[in-house]
């Protein structure tokens, strides 16, 4: 089901930057995600419900965001925009509609830089205004010696396996290609990489899988990669913890004993389970020459 909105704020500032995607503001162009990744942290977090059966879409975006943005230009409170943090900004419904480009006009009228967070093939579409918000985003003074760049293009994926993702990840498009579209990308001169978020744990944060990814990352021209754990959320029936369980049931029921050793309490695994994630990641980002991170 599809339904407008109407909204009095599209410009989310955060408290503090964001230390890996290094945005301090966030826009979610739509409400609900047509991609339906069982995974999705908005399922049972207060960034959202009942996800698969309603997708909103804010109207009245365009109008709302030239007045924030112009406030914020007034003050010289220039950051990076996440687009989209609870939502995909390149879902099915963005190619009749267009919204996501019309914010990104806006965006770019106030020149302020943005990092674009996606699963999808189209934002090949924008690229003809990325490339203008490149060269002409104005970037915090406090970053301005590490980043040049007026837009970061980062594609989300889960697991390289396409039967795999499949189920996961049913409305989006295939993880190759993805990275056939950041390939794309990076050929056009944009700063690129993979946010390999969230890595299942016992399937795709196994040791050869981690290996693959960061080297097909690399192999597919990505400037920089994270990655990072997955968070469960909620009792419901919508909520994605109980959609992942009901998973793990059907499809690896030997795992269910040790997920729920790993997720005793929190919605987030262990510390030691995510110190060591990071440890792995270092190193193989040592080993295939990439960056771990934007600025690393
Ligand atoms: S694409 Fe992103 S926002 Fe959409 S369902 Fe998947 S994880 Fe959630």
Not at 79 to 103: D, H, M, N, V
Not at 114 to 125: A, E, Q
Request: aromatic share 10%; with cysteine; hydrophobic share 35%.
């Amino acid at each position: 089901m599809i339904k407008e909105i109407m909204v009095k704020s599209v410009l989310n500032k955060h408290k503090k930057r964001d230390n890996w995607f290094l945005d301090d503001y966030s826009i979610n162009p739509y409400s609900g995600c047509s991609f339906n990744c069982i995974y999705c942290y908005t399922r049972g977090s207060k960034y959202g419900e009942n996800m698969g059966n309603v997708l909103s879409v804010k109207i009245n975006a365009e109008e709302v965001l030239d007045k924030q943005l112009k406030i914020r230009r007034n003050k010289g409170e220039y950051g990076f925009i996440a687009l989209a943090t609870s939502t995909e900004p390149y879902q099915s419904i963005e190619k009749k509609l267009k919204l996501t480009r019309k914010l990104l006009e806006i965006i770019l009228k106030y020149r302020f830089p943005v990092h674009i967070l996606t699963k999808s093939t189209l934002v090949l579409r924008d690229l003809d205004i990325l490339k203008e918000i490149d060269e002409k985003g104005i970037i915090p003074d406090d970053l301005k010696d590490k980043l040049e760049r007026g837009v970061i293009i980062n594609f989300s994926i889960s697991t390289l396996d396409d039967k795999m993702a499949k189920i996961l990840e049913p409305g989006a498009p295939a993880p190759y290609e993805r990275l056939k579209t950041m390939q794309k990308c990076k050929s056009a001169g944009f700063l690129t990489g993979v946010s390999y978020i969230p890595v299942l744990p016992y399937i795709s944060d196994l040791d050869n899988e981690l290996d693959n990814m960061v080297k097909t990352a690399r192999q597919y021209g990505a400037d920089f990669v994270f990655i990072g754990s997955l968070t469960l959320f909620g009792n419901r029936l919508s909520d994605c913890k109980t959609l992942y369980y009901r998973f793990l049931k059907k499809h690896y029921p030997n795992l269910v004993p040790k997920y729920k050793k790993l997720y005793r309490i929190f919605p987030q695994p262990s510390k030691e389970y995510r110190k060591k994630l990071e440890e792995k990641t270092t190193k193989l980002c040592e080993k295939y020459g990439i960056r771990k991170g934007i600025l690393t």
